[in-house]
T-cell receptor, first 117, second 115 residues
Framework: AQTVTQSQPEMSVQEAETVTLSCTYD???????LFWYKQPPSRQMILVIR??????QNATENRFSVNFQKAAKSFSLKISDSQLGDAAMYFC??????????????FGKGTKLTVNP | KAGVTQTPRYLIKTRGQQVTLSCSPI?????VSWYQQTPGQGLQFLFE???????NKGNFPGRFSGRQFSNSRSEMNVSTLELGDSALYLC??????????????FGPGTRLTVL
């Protein structure tokens, strides 16, 4: 079974600075997706960024980028130029890439990010 | 395009009762997944439906059940409620069943409190 571990229950960052959230995972599969989801206090979970395991290039979405280390099974999220609106719970998640199969997500326990003005 | 909707948003029940939660996916989406979110256990997968068929099931007791209708709307039912069932129940929908990656979109959740 796959597992996802987020070792930082809480993190804080000053507005406009950069913060990195850590995630490690365990799987025996060779093809899969990794995600970072954001859950603001209003509770609606939204997708921040996605990484396909077969791609060596790290995914980037505006101020959000990942450092994907497949051999180390590590998947960290870097938020640049942090904004007050980035304050939220961030969840790392894993999904098998078997096409047409289950879309079950395996989540880490989350990291609560506080952005200080 | 309307997002994923879940009803009710809040629910208070007592131990031993049963409850039904509803999820309406984004129009055109045929896959619906359910997750339970608690402070202690985090987000745990309950089940997944695609075209009215259960495609996957998490490790929950038989008191937890679900179904999907022909219009892709899904319901989950919890019978004989226990205090530990208090949680935020999230539903996610996607197109499902294609040869390509499908993004899952989450609803706002139903907050269930069991007294």
């Amino acid at each position: 079974a796959q597992t996802v571990t987020q070792s930082q229950p809480e993190m804080s960052v000053q507005e406009a600075e950069t913060v990195t959230l850590s995630c490690t995972y365990d799987t025996s599969e060779s093809d899969y997706y990794l995600f970072w989801y954001k859950q603001p206090p209003s509770r609606q979970m939204i997708l921040v960024i996605r990484q396909e395991a077969y791609k060596q290039q790290n995914a980037t979405e505006n101020r959000f980028s990942v450092n994907f280390q497949k051999a180390a099974k590590s998947f960290s999220l870097k938020i640049s130029d942090s904004q007050l609106g980035d304050a939220a719970m961030y969840f790392c998640a894993y999904r098998s890439a078997f096409l047409g199969g289950s879309e079950k997500l395996v989540f880490g326990k989350g990291t609560k990010l506080t952005v200080n003005p | 395009k309307a997002g994923v909707t879940q009803t009710p948003r809040y629910l208070i029940k007592t131990r031993g009762q049963q409850v039904t939660l509803s999820c309406s996916p984004i129009s055109g989406h045929r896959s619906v997944s359910w997750y339970q979110q608690t402070p202690g256990q985090g987000l745990q997968f309950l089940f997944e439906y695609f075209s009215e068929t259960q495609r996957n099931k998490g490790n929950f007791p038989g008191r937890f059940s679900g179904r999907q209708f022909s219009n892709s709307r899904s319901e989950m039912n919890v019978s004989t409620l226990e205090l530990g069932d208090s949680a935020l129940y999230l539903c996610a929908s996607s197109l499902g069943g294609t040869a390509f990656y499908n993004e899952q979109f989450f609803g706002p959740g139903t907050r269930l409190t069991v007294l």
